[in-house]
T-cell receptor, first 116, second 113 residues
Framework: AQSVTQLGSHVSVSEGALVLLRCNYSSSVPPYLFWYVQYPNQGLQLLLKYTSAATLVKGINGFEAEFKKSETSFHLTKPSAHMSDAAEYFCAVSVAGGTSYGKLTFGQGTILTVHP | DTAVSQTPKYLVTQMGNDKSIKCEQNLGHDTMYWYKQDSKKFLKIMFSYNNKELIINETVPNRFSPKSPDKAHLNLHINSLELGDSAVYFC????????????FGPGTRLTVL
């Protein structure tokens, strides 16, 4: 079965600073990896996805993530934080086969706070 | 032009009651899902349907019964509601059963008193 660990339940940055949200996964088969964002009282919006093509993935709102198989990581970054980035971010994994096929498994989420 | 919609958005009810949540998607997808997000924001899949057929059924109490009248709709009926059922329930849809590229609805916040 696959799993996801997000390091740091809360991350706080200043506006204009680098955003780095950490995600490590565990999977016995090649994974597909995703980052979702959830604004307060809203649903989940897909930010970006890795599906075995390019390892550096660009998403919406200036976010990107790099798949590093050797580190089993898929960290989310943004060069310059904006106030509107304040939200909760979820890393998720799915696999192409096995008993967990078709299931999205989520990390526990990281709340991003952006200070003026 | 909403892609995945859920009704109601908020649901407050007493313990022991029976309630339903409805989900509809207009994306033309053939697979739909129910997720539960608990008070700690942990998201876990409950069910998924592909073309009206149940394909994922996680360890969920029998009080929860999903129904898919067609591939654009997936409803969730909950019998004998308990305090622990209080959560946000998200519906999602995707094309195919791989679980990739899921689009989520806005969620239904269920509060059991």
């Amino acid at each position: 079965a696959q799993s996801v660990t997000q390091l740091g339940s809360h991350v706080s940055v200043s506006e204009g600073a680098l955003v780095l949200l950490r995600c490590n996964y565990s999977s016995s088969v090649p994974p597909y990896l995703f980052w979702y964002v959830q604004y307060p009282n809203q649903g989940l919006q897909l930010l970006l996805k890795y599906t075995s093509a390019a390892t550096l993935v660009k998403g919406i709102n200036g976010f990107e993530a790099e798949f590093k198989k050797s580190e089993t990581s898929f960290h989310l970054t943004k060069p310059s934080a904006h106030m509107s980035d304040a939200a909760e971010y979820f890393c998720a994994v799915s696999v192409a086969g096995g008993t967990s096929y078709g299931k999205l498994t989520f990390g526990q989420g990281t709340i991003l706070t952006v200070h003026p | 032009d909403t892609a995945v919609s859920q009704t109601p958005k908020y649901l407050v009810t007493q313990m022991g009651n029976d309630k339903s949540i409805k989900c509809e998607q207009n994306l033309g997808h053939d697979t739909m899902y129910w997720y539960k997000q608990d008070s700690k924001k942990f998201l876990k899949i409950m069910f998924s349907y592909n073309n009206k057929e149940l394909i994922i059924n996680e360890t969920v109490p029998n009080r929860f019964s999903p129904k898919s009248p067609d591939k654009a709709h997936l409803n969730l009926h909950i019998n004998s509601l308990e305090l622990g059922d209080s959560a946000v329930y998200f519906c999602a849809s995707s094309q195919g059963t791989s679980g990739r590229f899921q689009f989520f609805g806005p969620g239904t916040r269920l509060t059991v008193l």
